[in-house]
């Protein structure tokens, strides 16, 4: 059995913690059929690319959408677009302006702005300050551990 195939499934790789810039400067790629962001890492192994097609992110809603089901997030680096908050279990009751939320999801676009499918997404808006302050340190030393 291939090492990357669990009782014939293929293994699903974590989310990897990125910024929005980090997405916003990315290539994408097509691998197997399979689409695949390369990013350029922080920290001391910035030189090196880090392969993402699922996220984790963090950042306060600046809008939600007519559609109440796409909403537009800003992080310290910029702005992204999550869609599909609809389909997720607890999604909707943290879907406020000016709340601050985790959103797991698969890239579906990089620029102009990065867009994400979301799969998960948490209200982080009453340890907000913490969570913003370590955000892009818990982001730096992840992918200095990744490799």
């Known amino acids: 059995m291939d090492s990357g195939q669990i ?7 974590p989310p990897i913690k990125v910024l929005s ?6 290539k994408d790629r097509r691998l ?8 350029k890492r922080l920290g001391q192994w910035k030189n090196t690319a880090l392969v993402v097609s699922v996220v984790w992110m963090q950042g ?3 809008e939600v ?9 800003l992080d310290e ?15 909707n009751p943290c879907l406020l302006q000016g709340n601050y939320v985790m959103v797991m999801g698969m890239i ?4 102009p702005e990065p867009v994400l499918r979301a799969v998960k997404m948490a209200d982080l808006s ?12 818990e982001v730096e030393d992840l992918q200095q551990t990744l490799t």
């Open 32 to 39: 197997n059929g399979k689409l695949e962001f390369n990013i």
């Open 65 to 73: 959408r007519s559609d109440h089901n796409t909403v537009l997030l």
């Open 108 to 111: 579906q676009a990089l620029s």
């Open 60 to 62: 306060t809603i600046l």
């Open 126 to 137: 009453e340890r907000a300050a913490i969570h913003r302050r370590m955000w892009k340190l």
């Open 7 to 13: 009782s014939g499934e293929k293994k699903k790789s």
């Open 77 to 91: 680096t910029g702005t992204f677009v999550v869609n599909g908050v609809n389909n997720i279990p607890k999604g």
């Open 21 to 26: 810039s980090q997405l916003r400067e990315g």
